[in-house]
């Protein structure tokens, strides 16, 4: 059984940095499509930030284009989101969340957190001006 971990989330002021991670265990994490999303409030529909396909390929939103970055430790079976550069509007609950396959082209996976089956339990993010 697939299960995801996420850790690393905290509060830092705009302009900090931060690294999540992505405990990925029950199978091989480079089989699957993996991703970052968040959620601003409850209720809210969950956003994708960034994409990880089992190529390598990536995409982002593009809000944290050229500021965050994913990336994947095979050896660990882990995926990290570093985060740099942070504005006040990242604040969110950010989770991890893997598909078994990228169905779609990766951009349009950002809008869609329904294509993704196993997900974690969320870590917060707060950026304070």
């Known amino acids: 059984e697939v299960h995801v971990v996420e850790s690393g989330g905290g509060s830092v002021q705009a302009g900090g940095s931060l690294t999540l991670s992505c405990v990925f265990s029950?199978?091989?994490?480079?089989?699957?499509?993996m991703g970052w999303f968040r959620q601003t409030s409850s209720g809210m529909k969950r956003e994708g930030v960034a994409?990880?396909?089992?190529?390598?390929?990536?995409t982002y939103e593009d809000s944290v284009r050229g500021r965050f970055i994913i990336s994947q430790d095979s050896a660990k079976n882990t995926l990290h989101l570093v985060m740099n550069n942070l504005k006040p509007e990242d604040t969110a609950l950010y989770y991890c969340?893997?598909?078994?396959?990228?169905?779609?082209?990766?951009?349009?996976?950002?809008?869609?957190?329904?294509?993704?089956?196993?997900w974690g339990q969320g870590t917060q993010v707060t950026v304070s001006s």
């Open positions: 029950g199978s091989t994490i480079s089989r699957y499509c």
């Open positions: 969340a893997a598909a078994d396959e990228c169905a779609r082209p990766l951009f349009w996976l950002l809008a869609k957190p329904e294509d993704y089956t196993y």
């Open positions: 994409i990880l396909d089992s190529d390598g390929d990536t």
